[in-house]
């Protein structure tokens, strides 16, 4: 069944690809946005000058868990839905109509009702579960089985990803931690962008994207197979065991690189010097790091990607998930040279260059597996599939999500166990800050053995994908245009 995709390109691809960019970019400014305030709304004292919701820090972080966690998972049931019954387009905007409302009604909530924010909360988490795996799915679509110019897109997409997030601290941590304004402005400017990204689908999408998305996979699949259902072949099979095997992995790093919007969200508040002079950092400002970087890295990636392509050299993505892991666990690392830092006389705090650095290393670490994931996706998944198993894709930093929140958490209470204490006391580290020294460095030990056992699998995998990732009947010509979108986005 033909998609009807709108002929011409934009950096030698499909302009509907710079559709869907600025339509993710908005719906991610409105995510990082209220991300970047949720656990300091919480903790905030009710009677404080900016009031919030005076909850513990355990219970803020664990809350904060449990919502990414369920963010993360009802991709899954959006994914099904969207394959079987309202196609992508429909389910996208049907997301982004939660989600908006959801963000408004937050605003509302804080700080006088706590029922009423946890309303909030459901509505972004019903909504995302729309328009994360389908949005994704849809970049996929624009591209043939095997054009080699789909990890460029998804790279470009992913910078989509992180312009919104690099600004959405910026604007709804100023609102939202000045007690001028208050939190719930924060929420306000977050809802105004997720505004922003249905209005632009909405309008633009039939123009740009043609029939991409508007009909449910499943249907498509049974057309395209002439009105039979066939089941899944072993090549089919083989596949998604990848994806299976690949869950353990990519849930191990996501627990540890999302401690972002957690416990490193209270690092970097109460144990960093944020002090510029006079000036004093926010706290939130510091969740612009890694979509800063992403923005100047990603297309140093991709072109390197293209460039090993063209050598016969490009690693597998199993080979590049390991490289990801290795990186993020040299962050941990920065993190704790911030933790030993602090022992240098009452009252010492970790300076802003380790937590930036941290912030550094977790992007490239991210850069090999996040971007490189959402097009491996869609290379392994059927066509009547795609946007479930596109789902299964965010399950694993759902339960990465709710993982590292039980994590962040027992930062709180990890001094309480003798063997932690034992052990910080060891390393001339203060009771107060074994928390930090534990969850830390047990991440990047974590780190380094999954790394260690998929590097060991990485063969296996590979032949299951059955070279999946391997250009097929396109003479190299897309990554040629890829080379060419590469070299002008880096320019």
């Known amino acids: 069944m033909s998609l009807n995709i709108p002929p ?54 664990e ?49 006088h009702s706590l029922s009423l924010f946890y309303v909030g909360l459901g509505l972004l988490i019903a909504g995302n579960g729309f328009f994360k795996p389908n949005i994704s799915t849809m970049v996929g679509d624009l591209y043939t089985q095997g054009d080699a110019r789909r990890d460029g897109a998804f790279t470009i997409f992913y910078m989509g990803i992180n312009v919104g997030a690099f600004f959405a601290p910026l604007i709804t941590s100023t609102l939202g931690e000045s007690a001028d304004y208050g939190w719930r402005w924060g929420y306000f400017a ?39 259902k066939e089941p899944l072949t072993k090549e089919e099979r083989d596949r998604l065991r990848v994806v299976a095997f690949l869950f353990v992995f990519v849930t191990m790093f996501w627990l540890a690189f999302e401690q972002a919007g957690g416990l490193m969200n209270i690092y970097a508040q109460d144990y960093t010097d944020r002090l510029l002079g006079s000036f004093e950092v926010p706290a939130g400002w510091f ?69 930036s650095l941290a912030y550094l290393f977790h ?37 990465a999500q709710y993982l590292g929140g039980l994590v962040g958490a027992f930062s709180e209470h990890a001094g309480e166990y003798e063997s932690v204490r034992n052990f910080a006391a060891d ?29 060991l699998l990485s063969g296996m995998l590979v032949d299951w994908m059955h070279g999946a990732e391997q250009p097929k009947d396109l003479n190299e010509t897309p990554a040629k245009d890829a080379t060419v979108m590469t070299a002008t986005a880096t320019a």
């Open 8 to 61: 011409g390109t934009l950096m030698g691809h499909p302009k509907g690809l710079f559709l869907l960019f600025a339509t993710e970019m908005w719906e991610r400014f409105s995510y990082y946005g209220m991300r970047a305030l949720l656990v300091l709304t919480l903790v905030a004292a009710t009677d404080a000058a900016n009031p919030g919701f005076g909850l513990t820090r355990g219970n803020a972080i």
């Open 63 to 111: 809350l904060y868990g449990i919502y990414t966690g369920l963010v993360y998972f009802t991709p899954l049931i959006g994914g099904w839905i969207a394959d079987n019954f309202i196609g992508q387009r429909k389910a996208v905007l049907l997301g982004g109509v939660l989600m908006a409302a959801g963000q408004f009604t937050l605003f509302a909530s804080v700080p």
């Open 190 to 228: 977050a809802g105004c962008g997720m505004s922003l990204s249905v209005l632009i689908q909405f309008f633009l999408a039939q123009r740009f994207i043609g029939d991409v998305g508007v009909v449910a996979g499943a249907k498509r699949s049974l057309a395209a197979a002439g009105g039979v």
């Open 287 to 355: 969740q612009s790091l890694n979509p800063l970087y992403i923005v100047v890295f990603a297309p140093i990636f991709s072109w390197l990607w293209v460039k090993l392509s063209a050598a016969n050299k490009n690693p597998a993505a199993p080979v590049k998930i390991v490289g990801g892991m290795l990186l993020t666990a040299v962050g941990f690392g920065f993190l704790l040279i911030g933790v030993f830092q602090m022992q240098g006389g009452e009252g010492m705090k970790s300076s802003m260059l380790w937590l």
């Open 363 to 399: 992007t490239l670490g991210e850069l090999c597996i996040s971007p490189v994931g959402l097009s491996l996706m869609t290379k392994l998944s059927p066509i009547r599939l795609a946007s479930l198993v596109m789902g299964v894709w965010f399950l694993m930093p759902s339960v």
């Open 427 to 455: 390393l001339g580290v203060q009771l107060g800050h074994s928390g930090l020294l534990a969850v830390f460095g047990g991440i990047a030990l974590a780190l380094i053995l999954f790394s260690v056992a998929l590097w």
